[in-house]
């Protein structure tokens, strides 16, 4: 796929109507993180530095864990899966960390970012424990 096609495709999976994040199957899901993480490892190619590409994608990947988790959640936790959960938990907050970073005093960003201050990033993170509860 195109890099240009790849990038439209993390802004219509989880936001358009007929893919809304909770509406997304695995599969998509799964794409949208495959999609994000290559797009991230292009821009460390390009040494293109934070900068608001790198800052959105790194929100978008930070939303796919995040609904990962939302569905662990809703399944019978083993073993395996609390791994999982606490490998993405770690993995989730540094990406939210640093797309707020980058993002921070952007007239764009999304919601979460654009209101969250470097004293209350954590409050951000506990907010997220009670998106996935519900």
């Known amino acids: 796929m195109t890099i ?8 219509i999976l989880g936001y358009h109507q ?3 994040w909770r509406d997304l199957s695995e599969e998509l899901l799964n794409e949208k993180e495959t999609i994000c993480r290559e797009l991230l490892e292009l821009l460390e190619k390009l040494e293109a530095g934070k900068n608001k590409m790198r800052g959105l994608i790194s929100y ?5 864990l995040r609904e990962r988790q939302r569905r662990l959640k809703l399944q019978e936790v083993d073993t395996v899966n609390e791994n999982v959960f606490e490998e993405q938990s770690k993995e989730m907050e540094s ?7 980058i993002l ?3 007239v764009h960003a999304p919601p979460e970012i654009k209101f969250c201050s ?3 990033a954590n409050k951000t993170m506990h907010n997220d424990e009670r998106i996935l509860a519900g």
């Open 18 to 20: 007929k893919y809304l």
């Open 4 to 11: 240009e096609l790849k990038y439209k495709l993390v802004w």
């Open 60 to 64: 978008e990947l930070y939303c796919c």
């Open 95 to 101: 990406l939210f960390e640093e797309s707020r970073e």
């Open 104 to 106: 921070t005093d952007d």
């Open 118 to 120: 470097s004293t209350n």
